[in-house]
């Protein structure tokens, strides 16, 4: 079992730096980390915050992820802060966890139940009692994360096939639904045979 995945960033409307990041992470064995941050307000204080989020996704991948969104939360004390979504893939068992802090959009298309909520509060700041949830996937099942740059009134029912790669779904959303007003970011991850 495998993945594909596409990826978009782009910052606010006259911005040259995003205060979102995206972390796609393999780990052993057959694991993979997906995650969107976003840094809270914009630029380089907001892109600050997110990074460092994202660094510590990088550097342990394979702990288990409510130590890292604790870890995280350790990490941007001090920073202005970031919202974040994270799946956590195990491929050989073909189940994936989802954990939400703050206002990162989920959404999966998939024949299973699979419903991601986040909860809200701040990384760095304000830390909730984190929610984890785990599902069962199957093959052609699709993923995807976006932060509040982008409408969350997507509905990619129609859209959605084996046929369109996710870079191209990921782009085809920002290009629908990204709003110049804030940086946006949008991931999307396939699971395949």
Same mark, same amino acid.
């Given at each position: 079992?495998?993945?594909?995945?596409?990826?978009?960033?782009?910052?606010?409307?006259?911005?040259?730096?995003?205060?979102?990041?995206?972390?796609?992470?393999?780990?052993?064995?057959?694991?993979?980390?997906?995650?969107?941050?976003?840094?809270?307000?914009?630029?380089?204080?907001?892109?600050?915050?997110?990074?460092?989020?994202?660094?510590?996704?990088?550097?342990?991948?394979?702990?288990?992820?409510?130590?890292?969104?604790?870890?995280?939360?350790?990490?941007?004390?001090?920073? &202005?802060?970031?919202?974040?979504?994270?799946?956590?893939?195990?491929?050989?068992? &073909?189940?994936?966890?989802?954990?939400?802090?703050?206002?990162?959009?989920?959404?999966?298309?998939?024949?299973?139940?699979?419903?991601?909520?986040?909860?809200?509060?701040?990384?760095?700041? &304000?830390?909730?009692?984190?929610?984890?949830?785990?599902?069962?996937?199957?093959?052609?099942?699709?993923?995807?994360?976006?932060?509040?740059?982008?409408?969350? &009134?997507?509905?990619?029912?129609?859209?959605?096939?084996?046929?369109?790669?996710?870079?191209?779904?990921?782009?085809?959303?920002?290009?629908?639904?990204?709003?110049?007003?804030?940086?946006?970011?949008?991931?999307?991850?396939?699971?395949?045979?």
């Amino acid at each position: 079992m495998g993945v594909s995945w596409g990826a978009v960033v782009r910052p606010k409307y006259g911005q040259s730096v995003s205060g979102d990041v995206y972390v796609i992470e393999p780990f052993d064995p057959a694991g993979l980390q997906v995650a969107v941050i976003d840094g809270l307000g914009g630029g380089t204080e907001a892109a600050h915050a997110a990074n460092a989020a994202a660094a510590v996704i990088r550097e342990q991948p394979a702990l288990e992820p409510t130590l890292l969104i604790k870890q995280a939360h350790a990490a941007l004390h001090g920073t &202005r802060g970031a919202v974040m979504g994270m799946l956590t893939f195990d491929l050989p068992q &073909r189940k994936v966890t989802y954990i939400g802090v703050g206002n990162i959009g989920a959404q999966v298309y998939s024949s299973l139940a699979i419903k991601p909520i986040s909860k809200n509060g701040i990384i760095g700041y &304000r830390l909730p009692t984190l929610l984890k949830l785990s599902y069962s996937y199957n093959f052609g099942d699709t993923f995807v994360l976006y932060s509040d740059g982008v409408s969350s &009134r997507f509905n990619l029912d129609n859209q959605i096939s084996t046929t369109m790669e996710p870079q191209s779904l990921a782009e085809l959303i920002l290009k629908q639904h990204g709003k110049d007003s804030d940086d946006a970011t949008i991931v999307v991850v396939r699971i395949t045979e």
